[in-house]
């Protein structure tokens, strides 16, 4: 497998992350990298790389939005992951979140946990979650499409 890396946004990423294309069966359960670029605060965007290009995206909160997830004042959490749809059955998605916890140590030493929440339906991504060590708080929050459950890697 090709070495994939795990990268802050720059401008350089911009062209192929708007090319990015999810199947709507995918793309009901997080959002593409082109609705997620916008800087915002409290919020940093990484790119999964493989390569020096794009295969992937998600998003790191440390906004008000992590008291929904839990009640440790040094977690953070995760949102929009995708994987670029000609990138998919690569590997990339389980790689990139086996480098998070190693990433988060590096980039943000006050962070001891990442918290996500996945969708009921969604069990790709379940499965994905589980295999790299997240654990189902048993809490769920309500999400655009229904009921979403909240996981947790401790770092």
């Known amino acids: 497998m090709n070495e994939v890396k795990l990268l802050f946004f720059s401008k350089k990423h911009t062209e192929k992350l708007l090319a990015f294309v999810l199947p709507p069966e995918q793309e009901q359960f ?3 990298p082109n609705q997620k670029l916008e800087q915002i605060e409290g919020q940093f965007r990484v790119v999964i790389v493989s390569e020096d290009r ?3 995206f998600f998003l790191l909160n440390s906004t008000e939005r992590v008291k929904e997830f839990t009640d440790h004042a040094d977690a953070m959490i995760l949102t929009s992951l995708s994987i670029n ?28 946990e990442i918290c996500l929440a996945v969708n009921q339906k ?30 947790r890697l401790t770092l």
Not at 85 to 112: D, I, S
Not at 127 to 147: A, C, H, N, R, S
């Open 85 to 112: 749809y000609v990138e998919q059955g690569k590997g990339f998605a389980k790689e990139a979140m086996g480098l998070l916890p190693v990433f988060l140590r590096r980039e943000f030493p006050e962070c001891k």
């Open 122 to 151: 969604n069990l790709a991504a379940q499965q994905l979650y589980t295999k790299v060590g997240f654990v189902d708080t048993g809490k769920t929050i309500m999400g655009p499409v229904g009921e979403q459950r909240v996981l």
């Open 54 to 56: 794009p295969v992937g």
């Open 30 to 32: 997080t959002a593409l």
